[in-house]
């Protein structure tokens, strides 16, 4: 292992909990400094993502050990390298995906496959904004490629339009080739927002089915890009054109929906799902590809990240905005500050 600072048993911030509830339960604790495991690097965070699936971590939606130190993403430089990595260097500028949480620290460890150099194209790129696209604008870019299949010329229905993972879909799928793409929001000032990032509409979850028919000559909708659950889930076959993909990728109302096998082949459509982390494992290679698109997006600027910074002691102010849904947007924990 090459280390630039060798401070074994020196403490760190980082934000945890250690019990499941609101966001009162995230402290930043004093906590080891992690040393990395072969095939890891340890990076010193200059800032880190907030996304919702902390959130759900958090309130225990999808169980977690405790404590937790939360965090799917984060940019610095490289601290340490371990045993058996290559293509890393002490001191260089890197972003990962630190999918087994931790990123919202001062030093995350973490999988040398994950990590990406911010050299050559993407020398430029801010911390901010790389930290707002690992997860957000890669994740836009699987449920449109990988699981959406979507072709050119292609309908697209976004929901939770003004988000993280909405306002990259919009801006990819017009990448993409795709044809109408309409945006969906609980309000009219999040509506306005999303408006913002190239969809041809937003509207309401109530105007949504209007919309679709008016927009698409009532054939429906190819893909409909559903994070959100709930009783609405049940609803977006409806919305669908025939072999339209009703694309599965979370579940912000913490509640769902249950479909019957036959249910595809009495509606001529498919249910399909993505996720991230399952992503890592069974196709690394895809999931890296997509990592360092994303990224190359966001250095040139064709997917725009709105990053809102946040100081890393304000981390409960972001899960509450997200989780009451007064979110728009990206927010960035500043580690430094
Ligand atoms: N599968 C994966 O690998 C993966 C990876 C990344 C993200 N995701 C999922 O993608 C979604 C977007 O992530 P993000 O971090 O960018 O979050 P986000 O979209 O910025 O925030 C979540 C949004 O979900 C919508 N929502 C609908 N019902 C909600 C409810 N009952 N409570 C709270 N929010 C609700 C809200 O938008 P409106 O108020 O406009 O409806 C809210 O702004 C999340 O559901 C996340 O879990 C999945």
């Not at 250690?18 to 080891?32: I, K, R, W, Y």
């Not at 994740?139 to 990259?168: D, K, M, N, R, W």
């Amino acid at each position: 292992m090459t280390n630039t600072q060798q401070t074994p048993g020196s403490l760190m911030r980082a934000v945890r909990f250690e019990s499941f509830g609101g966001p009162s339960v995230l402290t930043v604790a004093d906590v080891p400094v992690p040393e990395p495991e072969a095939g890891q690097i340890t990076v010193d965070v200059t800032h880190a993502g907030v996304n919702f699936a902390e959130v759900m971590f958090r309130r225990g939606q999808f169980p977690v050990g405790l404590p937790h130190h939360p965090g799917l993403e984060a940019v610095g430089t490289v601290r340490a390298v371990g045993d058996g990595v290559t293509g890393f260097r002490a001191g260089e500028r890197v972003a990962a995906l630190t999918l087994g949480g931790g990123g919202n620290a001062e030093v995350v460890a973490v999988g040398a496959e994950h990590a990406v150099r911010l050299d050559g194209p993407l020398a430029g790129l801010d911390g901010a904004l790389a930290a707002g696209a690992l997860c957000n604008v890669t994740t836009a870019l699987g449920v449109l490629t990988s699981a959406g299949h979507l072709a050119e010329g292609e309908s697209v229905v976004v929901l939770a339009a003004a988000g993280g993972v909405g306002t990259a879909a919009a801006q990819l799928a017009r990448t993409l080739g795709a044809g109408t793409v309409i945006g969906v929001t609980s309000s009219p000032a999040k509506a306005e927002y999303a408006r913002g990032f190239g969809y041809d509409s937003v509207v309401s979850y109530e105007d949504l089915e209007r919309e679709v028919a008016e927009r698409t000559g009532g054939a429906g909708a190819d893909l409909v890009l559903d994070s959100v659950g709930g009783a609405f889930r049940s609803s977006v076959t409806g919305l669908l054109a025939a072999f339209g993909r009703h694309v599965i990728f979370g579940n912000a109302a913490a509640e769902d929906v249950t479909f019957e096998g036959n249910h595809p082949w009495y509606t001529n459509s498919s249910l399909v799902g993505y996720n991230l982390g399952g992503v890592a494992g069974r196709a690394p290679g895809l999931l890296r590809s997509h990592l360092e698109r994303a990224l190359a997006e966001v250095a040139a600027k064709t997917v725009r990240v709105d990053v809102r910074v946040l100081p890393l002691k304000d981390v409960a102010h972001a899960h509450e905005l997200l989780e009451t849904r007064a979110s728009t947007g990206k927010y960035v924990l500043d580690v430094r500050a």
